[in-house]
């Protein structure tokens, strides 16, 4: 499996930045997909979530009403539209694909596109 994240960069307090994650070598229309973020000296944190057939999203309470997860099942890929940035925002932001069959747990992840918010 491979997923590949971009569109991210430096951006001012208040813009705005939309997240890709392209990925490729398993069937991405059957997995559960997931937005996680590291900023400097903390641990992963689950940003947003969108389940498989896209009917269902979660956020962290940090980015309600700010941040938005869609996907596109006919092209592989994932996103996630950053309103209103904050500092507090800054942080490498990952993609994740899961999946739970049974006792079997699949689980991708990409490597990581670094997200700046600053002046």
């Known amino acids: 499996a491979q997923l590949v994240e971009s569109g991210g960069g430096l951006v001012q307090p208040g813009g705005s930045l939309r997240l890709s994650c392209a990925t490729s070598?398993?069937?991405?229309?059957?997995?559960?997909m997931r937005w996680h973020r590291q900023a400097p000296g903390k641990g992963r944190e689950l940003v947003a979530g969108i389940s498989s057939a896209g009917g269902s999203t979660n956020y962290a309470d940090s980015v309600k009403g700010r941040f938005t997860i869609s996907r596109d099942n006919a092209k592989n890929t994932v996103y996630l539209q950053m309103n209103s940035l904050k500092p507090e925002d800054t942080a490498v932001y990952y993609c994740?694909?899961?999946?739970?069959?049974?006792?079997?747990?699949?689980?991708?992840w990409g490597q990581g596109t670094q997200v700046t918010v600053s002046s």
């Open positions: 994740n694909a899961g999946r739970v069959v049974g006792k079997y747990e699949y689980d991708y």
């Open positions: 070598g398993f069937t991405f229309s059957i997995f559960d």
